[in-house]
C-alpha cells in the first residue's frame, strides 16, 4: 500500500530526473568547444571535407533536431554512433562492452567501503576514546585526506611493483573471469573505496554515539535485556537508518572515482571511454556515458532508499 | 499501610546516595546524602522542581544513568538482597523482573524501527525466566499482551501490537509502556513525571489508572513529580528535593498539614495559590535553583529562603530526624531526636 506508492512516486521521480538530465547532458557538449569533423580527419582537413563530414553526422542540422534525433534515438535503445572515437560503431555496442567493468569496480568499492566502515565505525563507537577508537578514527581520516589517484599510485608501487602481489595494469572482464576480475580489481577498487570508506567510518560512529545516548536505549536497558541485544536491535538497528542514507549520496563521487581510476589502472570502462569520447568531440559516446552514469547513481539511491524504508518505518507508515 | 515498619515489608532502602557526573572541566556532583525508603505496596513521592536531581536519583537507583556518571551508597538494599557492591550484570538482570520504569516521554521510550508488539514480545520472553508459568505466558504473548494492554486501558490491543510507536498518541503509548512494565511484575515500579508530556485530560486518565494500580498491585511505588497535587493525591510518604539533596521528608498528610522545611511551605503556598488562582502573579519563591557546579558554600537553599540566619550561609545542615518527618534545616536543629 503505502510502500507500493512511495515506489512509483520514486521511480517517476527518477525518470523525471533522467529527462532533465539527458537535456543538460546535450547542452553541455555543445558548449564544450572543439568541432568533431577536426578530431576526426586532422587540423589539416579541407573545408569540403569537413561539410560532408558534418552532413554525414547530422552535424549541420539545427540543434533542437539533433537534440530530437538524439533522444527518439535513445527511447528506441539506439544511442548514436560514434564519430571519431570507433569510427561507425554503434554507441551501444561499445557500451556493452566496457559497462560490465565500470559496474563491477564500482559496486566492488562500494562493498569494500562499507565492510571497512562497518568494522572501524563499530568498533570506534563500543570503545569511544579507547585506543582502538582514536586507531579507527585517525584511519578514517586518513582515508578522506588521501586523494584517490594518489592512493591508486602508492599501492601500485607497493603491491605492484614492490610485492608483485597484484597487477598495476590491465583488467579482466568479469564477464571473462569473475575471480579474475576480483584479484585484478583489487587495487583500483581499493583507492577507490579508501576515502568513502573513511566518510562512512565517521558517519557510523557518530550515528552508533547519537543513538546510544536516546531515551530509548535506556528504556531497553530498565527492561534488563542483555547489552548485546540493545546493541544490535536499538542501538546498531536505527544508527543504520543514517549510514545507509550517507551511502546514498556518496555514490556521485563513485562515478568521479571510477573515471580517474580506470585511466590510471587501464581498465576499459565507461569512465575511460567518456573521458576518451570528451578529447575526441565525440558527443555521442560522451552522452551515452553520462546518460550511463547518471542511471547508475540513481539507481543506487533507489535502492538504498528502498533499503531506508524498510528500515525506518516511519518514512513509508 | 504506611505503619508497618518490620524490616521485611521494605522494598528498598537507601542511605547516603551519592552521584555525580564526570564533565570535560571536571566532576559535577549532583546529588548527596540522599537517603529513602520504600515499602511493599506503599508510593513514594519524590517532590522537586525540575533540575533539582529527580531523574538523576531514579536513574541512579536502576543503575541507568550515562557512562560518565559515578555513583556511591552506603547501603543499597533491594528486597532480601544487599546490592551495594553487586556487579553490573547481576544487577542487569534485576531490572524489567523485579525492578522497572514508566519515563517520563513514551513517545522516546520505544524502539522506533519496531512495532509495539516487537516490545510485547520481548518483554514477555524476558519474563520467561522468572517461573515456568511466565515461560508459558510468554509463549501466548499476543493475548497476555492484550490482557495486560485491556488493564491499562486499551481496548483495541490487537490493533495495537501491529502498530508503530510512532503511529500512536503519547497517552497510548504511555498506557503501552505501563501495560510493559505490568507484565514484567516489578516488586518496584519507579514512575518518573509519567504524566508531564500529556495533555490535561490524559493525564488524568493515566493518574486513575496510577491510583488503580497502587489499590491492585503489591508493588512499591516511586513516584516523581513536580507537581504538588499529584504527589497529595497518588502518594503516601513525600520525599522533598532540592538541588541534589532530600530536604524534607515524612507522611504526605502531615507535611501537607504542617511542612515544616521553609522550601516545602514555599512550594505549597505556590500549589494553593495555583489552585485558587486568586492573584495574576503566581506566589512564587522568588530567585532560582543554583546550578550543581555552583552551590553556595551553606545551606544550599539560603539565597531564596525567607528565614535565613547568618549560621545557614555558612553550614551544610545535616538531616534532622523529627518524630515521623527528616528535616534538612537549622531552624529545627533543638527537635531533632536522633542525635546526629
Ligand atoms: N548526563 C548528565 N550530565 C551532566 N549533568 C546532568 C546529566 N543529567 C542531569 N544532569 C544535571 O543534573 C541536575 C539534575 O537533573 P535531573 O535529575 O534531570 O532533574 P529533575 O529530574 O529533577 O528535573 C541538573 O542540573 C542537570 O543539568
Ligand atoms: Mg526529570
Known amino acids: 500500500m503505502g510502500f507500493i506508492w512511495y515506489l512509483i512516486i520514486r521511480l517517476g521521480g527518477a525518470l523525471v530526473t533522467i529527462a532533465i538530465g539527458a537535456v543538460f547532458v546535450f547542452i553541455l557538449m555543445q558548449l564544450i568547444p572543439g568541432d568533431p569533423a577536426i578530431a576526426a580527419l586532422g587540423e589539416n582537413a579541407t573545408d569540403e571535407n569537413v561539410a560532408a563530414f558534418r552532413r554525414v553526422h547530422g552535424l549541420d542540422q539545427p540543434l533542437p533536431v539533433q537534440f530530437w534525433i538524439w533522444l527518439t534515438g535513445i527511447v528506441q535503445g539506439d544511442f548514436g554512433t560514434s564519430i571519431t572515437l570507433a569510427q561507425g560503431y554503434p554507441v551501444w555496442d561499445l557500451m556493452v562492452q566496457r559497462l560490465p567493468n565500470t559496474l563491477f569496480i564500482a559496486v566492488y568499492a562500494l562493498l569494500i567501503a562499507v565492510v571497512i566502515a562497518f568494522f572501524a565505525g563499530s568498533i570506534a563507537a563500543l570503545r569511544q576514546g579507547k585506543m582502538s577508537d582514536t586507531a579507527a578514527t585517525s584511519a578514517s581520516v586518513l582515508g578522506i585526506s588521501m586523494p584517490d589517484f594518489w592512493l591508486s599510485y602508492v599501492l601500485i608501487l607497493v603491491f605492484s611493483l614492490g610485492l608483485g602481489v597484484l597487477p598495476a595494469f590491465g583488467f579482466t572482464s568479469p564477464m571473462v573471469s569473475f575471480s579474475g576480475a576480483l584479484v585484478n580489481g583489487a587495487l583500483p577498487a581499493f583507492a577507490i573505496a579508501a576515502p568513502m570508506a573513511g566518510v562512512f567510518a565517521r558517519i557510523l560512529r557518530a550515528a552508533l554515539l547519537e543513538t546510544k545516548r536516546r531515551d530509548y536505549v535506556t528504556a531497553a536497558r530498565s527492561f534488563g535485556f542483555r547489552d548485546t541485544f540493545v546493541y544490535m536491535h536499538y542501538i546498531f538497528r536505527n544508527a543504520l537508518i543514517p549510514f545507509v542514507t550517507v551511502i546514498g549520496v556518496q555514490v556521485r563521487y563513485l562515478v568521479g572515482g571510477t573515471v580517474i581510476i580506470e585511466r590510471i589502472f587501464g581498465i576499459a570502462g565507461l569512465g575511460s571511454m567518456m573521458v576518451d569520447g570528451a578529447f575526441g568531440r565525440d558527443y555521442a559516446v560522451v552522452q551515452a556515458c553520462m546518460l550511463a552514469f547518471l542511471v547508475f547513481v540513481l539507481g543506487v539511491n533507489l535502492i538504498v532508499d528502498i533499503i531506508c524504508a524498510f528500515l525506518d518505518p516511519r518514512r513509508t507508515h | 499501610m504506611t505503619e508497618a515498619t518490620n524490616g521485611n515489608d521494605v522494598a528498598l532502602r537507601i542511605r547516603g546516595l551519592n552521584a555525580g557526573f564526570r564533565m570535560s572541566d571536571g566532576y559535577l556532583p549532583i546529588i548527596e546524602d540522599v537517603s529513602l525508603e520504600v515499602r511493599k505496596g506503599e508510593v513514594l513521592g519524590i517532590i522537586g522542581e525540575s533540575g533539582s536531581g529527580k531523574t538523576v536519583t531514579g536513574m541512579a537507583i536502576l543503575h541507568l544513568l550515562p557512562e560518565n556518571a559515578e555513583t556511591k551508597w552506603e547501603t543499597f538494599d533491594f528486597l532480601d538482597l544487599d546490592v551495594t557492591g553487586m556487579d553490573e550484570e547481576a544487577f542487569r538482570d534485576l531490572r524489567g523482573n523485579r525492578m522497572a520504569v514508566v519515563f517520563q516521554d513514551p513517545t522516546g521510550a520505544f524502539n522506533p524501527a519496531k512495532k509495539v508488539g ?45 502498530q508503530y510507536p510512532h503511529q500512536l498518541s503519547g497517552g497510548m503509548l504511555q498506557r503501552a509502556l505501563i501495560a510493559l512494565v505490568l507484565a514484567f511484575e516489578p516488586d518496584l515500579i519507579l514512575a518518573d513525571e509519567p504524566t508531564t508530556n500529556l495533555d490535561n485530560i490524559v493525564e488524568r486518565q493515566i493518574l486513575n489508572l ?31 528535593m532540592y538541588a541534589g539533596r532530600i530536604v524534607e521528608l515524612g507522611k504526605t498528610k502531615e507535611i501537607f498539614d504542617d511542612p515544616k522545611h521553609p522550601y516545602t511551605q514555599g512550594l505549597l503556598a505556590t500549589a494553593l495559590a495555583l489552585e485558587e488562582k486568586s492573584g495574576e502573579r503566581l506566589q512564587e519563591i522568588p530567585g532560582e535553583l543554583p546550578h550543581p557546579g555552583n552551590l553556595p558554600p551553606g545551606c544550599v537553599f539560603a539565597p531564596r529562603c525567607p528565614h535565613v540566619f547568618k549560621r545557614c550561609e555558612a553550614e551544610r545542615p545535616p538531616l534532622f530526624h523529627l518524630p515521623g518527618r527528616e528535616v534538612r534545616c537549622l531552624l529545627y536543629e533543638d527537635d531533632d531526636v536522633a542525635g546526629r
Not at chain 2, 515456568?132 to 490482557?147: F, L, S, T
Not at chain 2, 516511586?222 to 522533598?240: S, Y
Open chain 2, 118 to 162: 516487537w516490545h510485547f514480545h520481548q518483554v514477555f520472553e524476558r519474563t520467561a525466566v522468572k517461573s515456568p508459568d511466565h515461560a508459558q505466558r510468554a509463549k501466548g504473548w499476543r493475548d497476555a499482551a492484550i490482557d495486560l494492554m485491556r488493564d491499562v486501558g486499551i481496548a483495541h490491543g490487537e490493533n495495537v501490537l501491529g
Open chain 2, 210 to 240: 496510577f491510583r488503580d494500580l497502587q489499590k491492585r498491585l503489591d508493588s512499591a511505588f516511586v513516584f516523581i513529580t513536580h507537581d504538588m497535587t499529584i504527589a497529595a493525591a497518588l502518594c503516601d510518604r513525600i520525599a522533598v
